[in-house]
């Protein structure tokens, strides 16, 4: 039987696929126990980028409800985000480090705010996102309701959301939901570059840049400056900071390391 989750690991960085192709990636038990395994394995020091993406003509078509079909009486949705969808959007956002996301066809419900959830996004043109729950009766999840307004706007995030429509790579770029639409047959060519990009980066630095993206939207001005102030003094004490500077004066390329010390 073929994994639901492929593991590849790179020079410095770790693609994770998810590989569920006949059900366009949804999720059941065991991929979320796959990827919530992959993902703290790749808290590991020696991996410093995360690229995600989906096998086959989708990216994720969010929770299978195949698996809600046959459970007798009605289900508790709210334990399973609780056991599983919160916690994988608490792995994305607070691991130290970059992940991108290579959306490759239809990310709907859950797999579209999980590709948001994401640090980097890059969409085929032919992609899709649709936040698909008012089709079933549902109240978007996964984070959507917390990252679509503060990436599209009230007016946006409403509309996407209640009449469950799809919305292009496209247009997802122009509303600056996603980094970068690409050419289909470019996508994950551009994706792995990018994540072997990142791998070289200053590691360390790029998570406390992440730390400080992640509460700005709850801050006010004079904690999230002072927030600032803290992570500048953590970042300005490691390895990679006094190889930057040296790497500067010395008018040369910097080799990072990525550690903390």
């Known amino acids: 039987m073929e994994p639901s989750l492929i593991v590849a690991e790179h020079d410095g960085w770790t693609e994770l696929t998810l590989n569920r192709p006949d059900r366009l990636n ?15 394995a790749a808290a ?26 046959s459970a007798d009486g009605p289900p508790d949705l709210g334990a399973t985000i609780e056991a599983f969808y919160n916690p994988l959007i608490h792995r994305i956002r607070g691991l130290r480090k970059p992940v991108v996301c290579a959306v490759n066809g239809v990310a709907a419900g859950a797999g579209a705010n999980i590709a948001f959830a994401c640090d980097i996004v890059l969409a085929a043109r032919s992609a899709k996102f649709i936040q698909a729950f008012a089709r079933i009766g549902l109240v978007p999840d996964s984070g959507g309701t917390f990252f679509l307004p503060r990436l599209v706007g009230d007016a946006r995030a409403r509309a996407l959301m209640l009449l469950a429509e799809p919305l292009s790579a496209e ?4 509303w600056g939901l996603i980094w970068k639409a690409v050419d289909d047959a470019t996508l994950m060519d551009e994706a792995r570059a990018l994540a072997a990009h990142l791998a070289t980066q ?55 390391s990525g550690r903390r010390a």
């Open 26 to 40: 949804a999720f059941n038990e065991d991929l979320h126990r796959a990827l919530a395994a992959a993902l703290d």
């Open 171 to 174: 247009k997802a770029e122009s």
């Open 202 to 256: 200053p590691t360390q630095g790029l998570a406390l840049t992440k730390a400080a993206l992640n509460a700005s939207a709850g801050n006010g001005l004079d904690t999230q400056l002072d927030l600032e102030r803290d992570l500048q003094r953590e970042a300005g004490r490691t390895p990679d900071y006094r190889e930057g500077v040296s790497a500067f004066v010395e008018k040369r390329p910097a080799r990072f």
């Open 44 to 69: 590991d020091e020696a991996c410093r980028a995360v690229l995600l993406t989906g096998a086959g003509r989708g990216f994720c078509a969010g929770q299978d409800l195949g698996d809600r079909a």
